[in-house]
T-cell receptor, first 117, second 111 residues
Framework: GAVVSQHPSWVICKSGTSVKIECRSL??????MFWYRQFPKQSLMLMAT?????????EQGVEKDKFLINHASLTLSTLTVTSAHPEDSSFYIC?????????????FGSGTRLTVV | LAKTTQPISMDSYEGQEVNITCSHN???????ITWYQQFPSQGPRFIIQ???TKVTNEVASLFIPADRKSSTLSLPRVSLSDTAVYYC????????????FGGGTRVLVKP
């Protein structure tokens, strides 16, 4: 079945630094990937839609200059949290769907736990 | 996108059947109903998807009435490892369609 690999699984960074999270579709091509953020005991909140070869579409209230998304190929999307602050500490999850529709629905990565100290 | 409403939490015991009902009164004609399972510190995992009537796979059944305004996920004979949060989502299969999550149902399976 479809597999999405997310890396790293956890990261600790100092306040003010930037962190890059990678999301790869391993056995399928995805023209669209999605990035979510999840705080403890809460549901997933969609942050942005990553489109291959074009600019990402951000949800209302999500700062595009802070959360930089790059989708340079059909199998890779990256989320960079710039100038991270403690309030950015969260669980970040990506998802993708086979553009040929071979999978039933969206496949999610295993998530990245970001802790900003 | 159709909004979904689920119970916040449910408790059950090992070996019992767990039924979680989701309301989606504004479901559109092209929308499918999909359920995901999420364990702590993991990404959601697909469980089952359906459009109408009943769908069954190796882990669950999905019951959808004729008006499609609700759906029920049925987990037969749960075990402790089924303790998780279960999300009901509705949306079309159109390319790039966004998945928006509701609150989910936290299921606790007790020994």
């Amino acid at each position: 079945g479809a597999v999405v690999s997310q890396h790293p699984s956890w990261v600790i960074c100092k306040s003010g630094t930037s962190v890059k999270i990678e999301c790869r579709s391993l056995d399928f091509q995805a023209t669209t990937m999605f990035w979510y953020r999840q705080f403890p005991k809460q549901s997933l909140m969609l942050m942005a839609t990553s489109n291959e070869g074009s600019k990402a579409t951000y949800e209302q209230g999500v700062e595009k200059d802070k959360f930089l998304i790059n989708h340079a190929s059909l199998t890779l999307s990256t989320l960079t949290v710039t100038s991270a602050h403690p309030e950015d500490s969260s669980f970040y999850i990506c998802s993708a769907r086979d553009r040929q529709g071979r999978s039933v629905d969206y496949t999610f990565g295993s998530g990245t736990r970001l802790t900003v100290v | 996108l159709a909004k979904t409403t689920q119970p916040i939490s449910m408790d059950s015991y090992e070996g019992q059947e767990v039924n979680i009902t989701c309301s989606h009164n504004n479901i559109a004609t092209n929308d499918y109903i999909t359920w995901y399972q999420q364990f702590p510190s993991q990404g959601p995992r697909f469980i089952i998807q359906g459009y109408k009537t009943k769908v069954t796979n190796e882990v669950a059944s999905l019951f959808i009435p004729a008006d499609r305004k609700s759906s029920t996920l049925s987990l037969p004979r749960v075990s402790l490892s089924d303790t998780a949060v279960y999300y009901c989502l509705v949306g079309s299969k159109a390319a790039g369609n966004k998945l928006t999550f509701g609150g989910g149902t936290r299921v606790l399976v007790k020994p």
